[in-house]
């Protein structure tokens, strides 16, 4: 499964690389990295014919995380992209808006990462 993490944290990458470190090996999950809106939107064309997961954080600089989730929507190819949405802020506003926008999923960081690969694996049946 092809997962696209989108945050401009530069840092996540290695977070996410260590500790799936054991299923990129096996090659059951295999990450790409946006730390920007635009450059997100730029990688999904990518993706066109391939199932996705996109994990997004909500504030970025440029386009924000629920921008970046609107435009997936409206460009999603059959089947759409999974979104789950990413926030260090865990209120009412944000959820709202990320789920009127079509999002999948909510988390809020820190990351609890025994919850996401539980979730990505409900995906991969």
């Known amino acids: 499964m092809n997962i696209l993490v989108v945050d401009d944290e530069r840092d996540i990458q290695m977070l996410f690389e260590q ?15 946006a ?3 635009e450059d ?3 990688r999904i064309e990518k993706y066109t014919h391939e199932a996705v997961l996109i994990l997004s954080d909500i504030n970025m600089p440029g386009m924000s995380g629920l921008e970046l989730l609107g435009k997936i929507k409206q460009k999603a190819h ?3 992209p999974v979104v789950m949405m990413i926030t260090a802020y865990g ?7 990320a789920m009127e926008l079509g999002a999948d999923d ?17 995906l991969e049946v």
């Open 78 to 80: 059959k089947p759409p």
């Open 40 to 42: 997100a939107l730029n």
């Open 91 to 97: 209120d009412e506003e944000n959820f709202k808006q």
């Open 35 to 37: 730390f920007s809106g």
């Open 106 to 122: 909510f988390l809020t960081k820190p990351v609890d990462f025994a919850i996401l690969k539980e979730k990505i694996k409900t």
């Open 19 to 33: 500790r799936f470190r054991k299923e990129i090996r096996a090659k059951v999950l295999k990450f790409e990295f």
